[in-house]
Nanobody, 124 residues
Framework: QSQLVESGGGLVQPGGSLRLSCAAS????????IQWFRQAPGKEREGVSC????????YYADSVKGRFSISRDNAKSTVYLQLNSLKPEDTAVYYC?????????????????WGQGTQVTVSS
């Protein structure tokens, strides 16, 4: 069964850091574009960061550029999202999604596989 499973969320103070993981099973992760989305209560889901398949090109939303970093470890079939300098407005459920994709530019959609989400709460 192919699936993505997120982990690493939690409660952190402003200015703190977290590392989210997106573990893949049943798919050849190196051939997949993986995008992290987030959705805060009452807000639309937004794309946060993406890493393309094969090329490992990366994309960041302006709101997280310079603070978040995405990476891939194909040997562990895992994509990571490092969250630094966290702000209260980063509070949301974070989801990873994947689609088999060979272009260097991440797709806007649709994504084939979705994780269940992990909660990130930034609060003092």
């Amino acid at each position: 069964q192919s699936q993505l499973v997120e982990s690493g969320g939690g409660l952190v103070q402003p200015g703190g850091s977290l590392r989210l993981s997106c573990a893949a099973s049943g798919i050849a992760l190196q051939n997949y574009a993986i995008q992290w989305f987030r959705q805060a209560p009452g807000k639309e889901r937004e794309g946060v960061s993406c890493i393309s398949g094969r090329h490992d090109s990366t994309y960041y939303a302006d709101s997280v550029k310079g603070r978040f970093s995405i990476s891939r470890d194909n040997a562990k079939s895992t994509v990571y999202l490092q969250l630094n300098s966290l702000k209260p407005e980063d509070t949301a459920v974070y989801y990873c999604a994947g689609v088999e994709w060979y272009d260097s530019i991440c797709p806007t959609g649709p994504y084939e596989y979705w994780g269940q989400g992990t909660q990130v709460t930034v609060s003092s």
